[in-house]
């Protein structure tokens, strides 16, 4: 807020307003229908608004093609796969293998148990189960306490939080997804990413469906009736405060990782790009889902 109040003429004064549930649909719905189109109230969503959306999930009434994006501090990221070394799932053959697997998570339809069900499926696991019900942290409790062998994580997280069990190994880590694709994270640099394991161009679609709805990060966005000169001006305002250096140090410094900043008219190449294929989007909400896994 004071960055972006810094790059607006005049130097305005930026409230936040808080909503319950203002990240996701409910946020989004709000600002498209609701909010005036003076250029005075911004949406701060999750990535999430841009998966409903193309999802045509329940209780979305936004086009999410029409929100005007001004960009996000928080696009590129890695994920990885990880597995106790206890479970003895030190190679793909015996993951592979192995039925039963219990992969930790959130809740059915939390971004981390959606990328823990695409890892399963695009690694052929057999039969896997997902246990639910857990905190970010409470996952890594229960791989200690071997109440589950496997779960995602973000190369970034597990240095911060798990950096002991990389360094006594402690985890075996068996994939990584690029995001955006191409991009590596020094310290995992050897571990395959997931797009070598797809077999066809829908599995490869599904791929970059994830990387685009993660590329969309914690993005700022108007309501699509704003008129172009007063767009522009909080367009021009965010691309300075993501540019800014100073923004940068403070970003890492309150959430413990680097700012990784997608411009405006980047993050609407993203999303206009994003695949649309009925049988893309009817694959991701199965992996979506709590059903088993589809067949391959």
């Known amino acids: 807020v004071p960055f972006l109040k810094k790059h607006i003429p005049g130097n305005p004064t930026v409230v936040i307003e808080y909503m319950d549930g203002g990240g996701g ?28 959306g193309i999802m045509r999930e329940q209780g979305v009434s936004y086009d999410v093609d029409k929100f005007i994006y001004l960009g996000t501090p928080d696009s590129a990221q890695q994920y990885l796969f990880i597995t106790h070394r206890d479970a003895s799932l030190n190679n ?23 990328t823990g069900r695409l890892f399963a499926y695009l690694l052929g696991m057999k039969e896997p189960k997902f246990v639910v019900g857990f905190t970010g942290p409470e996952i890594d409790i229960a791989i200690e306490r071997r109440e589950a062998d496997a ?10 939080r798990n950096r002991d069990w990389l360094e006594k190994g402690l985890v075996d880590v068996h994939a990584s997804i690029e995001i ?7 310290r995992f640099a050897q571990v395959p990413d997931l797009e070598t394991f797809a077999k066809s161009d829908r599995e490869k679609k599904i791929l970059d469906m994830f990387r685009a709805f993660r590329l969309a990060g914690q993005n700022f966005f108007l309501p699509p009736a704003v008129p172009k000169e007063r767009a522009q001006i909080l367009v021009d305002a965010m691309r300075k405060t993501l540019s800014d ?12 990782e680097p700012a990784t900043p997608l411009m405006p008219e980047a993050l609407e190449k993203v999303i206009r790009e994003l695949p ?3 049988a893309v989007v009817e694959l991701f909400n199965k992996l979506a889902g709590a059903d088993p896994l589809p067949t391959r």
């Open 245 to 256: 250096p100073d923004f940068s140090k403070e970003y890492q410094k309150i959430s413990g």
């Open 276 to 278: 649309r294929d009925a």
């Open 151 to 160: 779960r995602v994580n973000t190369g970034d997280s597990m240095i911060r």
């Open 180 to 186: 955006p694709k191409g991009e590596r994270h020094p």
């Open 92 to 114: 793909l053959e015996k993951l592979r293998s192995t039925p039963n697997v219990r992969i930790g998570a959130q809740s059915v339809g939390h971004p981390i148990y959606i």
């Open 25 to 52: 649909r409910k946020g989004a719905n709000h600002i498209y229908h609701s909010a005036r189109p003076d250029g005075l109230t911004l949406g701060a969503g999750s990535g999430a608004i841009v998966g409903l």
